[in-house]
């Protein structure tokens, strides 16, 4: 079955920086576009990136355009999110989702990014 | 680019049918039929409902359906169950930025 499990996650001080990583399986990973999604406490979810099949076209969200920088490793079955100068509003669980074209058919868990001094 | 606008509840009784708005603008809603929905439980991640306006993924309820007209969508839940109790969430593609979410509606079964 398809699995998305994300790491990377913490406590970071304002400024900071912070890698996330997705590991996918269960699927063909080279064959779908990925993005990645945030959802602060209590609040709704939030389009962060995404990435073409192969890499070669990234999209962001004007909100971490030049702060945050999404890829991939294809043999390695992975999603990656280096996320620079981090502000306290980036605080959010950071969902791994599978698609990016039209729809988002596969989801992680989560992982929780706190930006706080 | 602004949220797609939601109404920030709706209540119905098990059985009844609910009805829930997604409005946006000619350059998300309006402009493309990639409209989809999200179901999401307490502390738990989303779930894809509805794809492409109106397209129900496998293995999801054929309560759920989705629609469009203009610059708004719709999810509508008929049957009303308990389990149906969530916040929902409708997502376009964008000419402006590449996705926009809309503002999230709590489902509550009465």
């Known amino acids: 079955q398809v699995q998305l499990v994300e790491s990377g996650g913490g406590l970071v001080k304002p400024g900071g920086s912070l890698r996330l990583s997705c590991t996918a399986s269960?699927?063909?990973?080279?064959?779908?576009?990925m993005s990645w999604i945030r959802q602060a406490p209590g609040k709704g979810l939030d389009w962060v990136s995404s990435?073409?099949?192969?890499?070669?076209?990234?999209y962001h969200a004007d909100s971490v355009k030049g702060r945050f920088t999404i890829s991939r490793d294809n043999a390695k079955h992975s999603l990656f999110l280096q996320m620079n100068s981090l502000r306290a509003e980036d605080t959010a669980v950071y969902y791994c989702?599978?698609?990016?074209?039209?729809?988002?058919?596969?989801w992680g868990q989560g992982t929780l990014v706190t930006v706080s001094s | 680019q602004s949220a797609l606008t939601q109404p920030a509840s709706v209540s119905g009784s098990p059985g009844q049918s609910i009805t829930i708005s997604c409005t946006g603008t000619s350059t998300d809603v309006g402009g493309y039929n990639f409209v989809s929905w999200y179901q999401q439980h307490p502390g738990t991640a989303p779930k894809l409902m509805i794809y492409?306006?109106?397209n129900r993924p496998s293995g999801v309820s054929n309560r759920f359906s989705g629609s469009k007209s203009g610059n708004t969508a719709s999810l509508t839940i008929s049957g009303l169950q308990a389990g149906d109790e969530a916040d929902y969430y409708c997502t376009s593609k964008t000419s402006s930025s590449l996705y926009v979410f809309g503002t999230g509606t709590k489902v509550t079964v009465l």
């Open positions: 989702a599978r698609g990016g074209y039209s729809h988002f058919d596969k």
């Open positions: 269960g699927f063909t990973f080279s064959d779908y576009y």
């Open positions: 990435i073409t099949t192969s890499g070669s076209t990234i």
């Open positions: 492409d306006v109106s």
